[in-house]
């Protein structure tokens, strides 16, 4: 099969017939190439939820978790978030003549283990090889599908004194992401919080009815997520910047290169609005897993009109936020 | 929101936003961007068929589609030949910064008219964007999932005498793409035939029992579809040279570089191993389809056994063929 990945990998023949077989179907642990051209899933109940998600990260492997593990988690958490069960995922991969087989083995491996742990089997893929200079490396699709089990987001739900939960501190993949990139020159102790999300959330779910609704705030970060869910449901949201949970190693980067961990991505945190009297509960359950346990409240619903995000600084000042405007942080998922 | 594709409408903040609200769900018809990160569809019956497809076709523009008309085309029939029902596709763009908003909106519209034309529905999508050189103008992956209706491919009901049908003439994408990349400083009068074929198949699927399998022959041909059905079931297929429908432009060209059209990719064409007392009335069917108006037996199932696919010429003599081995034209769909 070679060292490096040729053209005619990726043009339908003997070749690409190879990769699928040696590569993806051996790690993937199916255990022969499908006959078909799509593959058959069982979906109960008649509601399935779809995501669908490119991944073009810069470098394809970081501290954390690689273009693999994040291709997989990504798509798991969109499906999570939304109230499904993820159960099938699909990858599409893009790549570049002349990269690494070695690499693409261990990005689909990265893939299988973070499926494996997700609990989701990857259905279908598809390879598609580009001439040297016309991609950076790999980019992955993958596509989720799960089943619907839950409907979130009832404008009329939402009450003055909902909790914004986040699950853990923020920026971390954002700030381990550029790092990688060797541009700031010095190293910095941060790993990707790069996880899924699903089994975590699906806990919450199952042992609580004041979830009004999730995000999970990835590129954009949590201010955007937050303006977005502000905007969608006419929300008043406060959030205090003395709660922001923020790593020591992140915030020194920040105010070193001017970046606002708000607007940093995150790829292993959810943001939960949930009912007052039941924000006890819901900490209590996120913060037994590991990927939740830094979980805590940054602010409140303060009304159901303007749909406006507000920071409070320690000083008690107020600030608007906004979306993110502008390229904060390119190629960061 | 400028003319050309920036950083900034992929990074999830501002740009992103109005990206996806004034080209995607404006042509792609739906009234509001998804309050949720995945978007709910309804499966009737509790199996699904799922598949997925990058397209990287060079160039994007061709004459008779585009990379938008060809990923739902494609999409719709890897769904359609595996006898699944195709309902819902969902599209993930990775473009180049510089790539201009207009050509990204006659995408966008192709997309769009082949999904209704197909009647499927675009239920979610995903942009990201990569610098200048990262990529070439925009690749596009789509995943489709249809409600699986039927189940094909027995090895035991396959039957020396089954017929091989091709839906009509072959080799026309791979010289219409070839003739449009200006290589050859020629022109050659050839349209893709990029479409999708899911109501003439359904068609055929409703009115016979005689479908044993189908295939559709994109990268690679007709000729590498076959070698793979012969190789999965163990058939032995014999086609008639003198029987394979190919324009006089597409055999002219053929000769002229020294390409087989039964290696030359189609986009709008499928195969069908079809049992004997069935194949004049499935005839009958696809050629009141435009897409099937060319259909014709082209060969057929000799044995059961060896697994490998042979060529007749008009001579008599037989040839064994393989799958398409090399490069012979990338990017291709």
């Known amino acids: 099969m070679g060292k490096i990945i040729s053209l005619a990998h990726g043009d339908g023949g003997e070749l690409s017939h190879r990769l699928i077989k040696?590569?993806?179907?051996?790690?993937?642990?199916?255990?022969?190439?499908?006959?078909?051209?799509?593959?058959?899933?069982?979906?109960?109940?008649?509601?399935?939820?779809?995501t669908t998600?490119?991944?073009?990260?810069?470098?394809?492997f970081f501290p954390g978790g690689s273009i693999g593990k994040l291709?997989?988690?990504?798509?798991?958490?969109?499906?999570?978030?939304?109230?499904?069960?993820?159960?099938?995922?699909?990858?599409?991969?893009?790549?570049e003549e002349g990269f690494p087989i070695s690499d693409l083995k261990k990005i689909a491996e990265d893939m299988a283990e973070e499926a494996c742990k997700a609990g989701v089997k990857i259905v279908a893929g598809d390879t598609k090889v580009v001439e040297r200079g016309s991609a950076d490396g790999v980019y992955i699709?993958?596509?989720?599908?799960?089943a619907y089990s839950r409907s979130f987001g009832n404008r009329l739900s939402f009450k003055?004194?909902?909790?914004?939960?986040?699950?853990?501190?923020?920026?971390?993949?954002?700030?381990?992401?550029?790092?990688?990139?060797?541009?700031?020159g010095i190293n910095v102790p941060v790993k990707s919080d790069c996880a899924s999300l699903n089994k975590m959330l699906d806990k919450v779910y199952q042992n609580s009815e004041g979830v009004q609704i999730v995000r999970d705030p990835?590129?954009?970060?949590?201010?955007?997520?937050?303006?977005?869910?502000?905007?969608?449901?006419?929300?008043?949201?406060?959030?205090?910047?003395?709660?922001?949970?923020?790593?020591?190693?992140?915030?020194?980067?920040?105010?070193?290169?001017?970046?606002d961990p708000l607007y940093l991505?995150?790829?292993?945190?959810?943001?939960?609005?949930?009912?007052?009297?039941?924000?006890?509960?819901?900490?209590?359950?996120?913060?037994?897993?590991?990927?939740?346990?830094?979980?805590?409240?940054?602010?409140?619903?303060t009304g159901t009109e303007k749909g406006r995000l507000l920071l409070e600084t320690p000083l008690g000042s107020k600030r608007l936020l906004s979306r993110l405007a502008g390229t904060m942080l390119p190629r960061i998922c």
């Open 160 to 184: 003055e004194g909902d909790a914004v939960i986040v699950t853990g501190t923020i920026g971390d993949h954002g700030i381990a992401v550029l790092a990688a990139r060797g541009d700031l």
């Open 71 to 95: 291709a997989v988690a990504g798509t798991v958490n969109d499906l999570a978030v939304s109230g499904a069960i993820p159960l099938y995922i699909t990858c599409g991969f893009v790549i």
């Open 141 to 146: 699709n993958t596509t989720g599908i799960g």
């Open 22 to 50: 040696d590569v993806f179907v051996k790690i993937f642990g199916n255990n022969e190439e499908s006959l078909f051209d799509a593959s058959v899933v069982d979906i109960p109940g008649s509601l399935a939820a779809v």
């Open 265 to 301: 991505a995150n790829e292993g945190k959810a943001i939960l609005i949930v009912s007052a009297d039941e924000k006890e509960n819901i900490l209590e359950i996120l913060t037994c897993f590991p990927e939740g346990k830094d979980s805590v409240v940054i602010g409140e619903v």
């Open 53 to 60: 998600d490119s991944f073009v990260i810069k470098p394809i």
């Open 218 to 259: 990835t590129r954009g970060g949590v201010a955007t997520a937050l303006v977005e869910l502000a905007e969608d449901f006419s929300l008043d949201i406060l959030i205090k910047e003395e709660l922001l949970p923020v790593k020591d190693q992140v915030h020194g980067m920040c105010d070193l290169i001017g970046y």
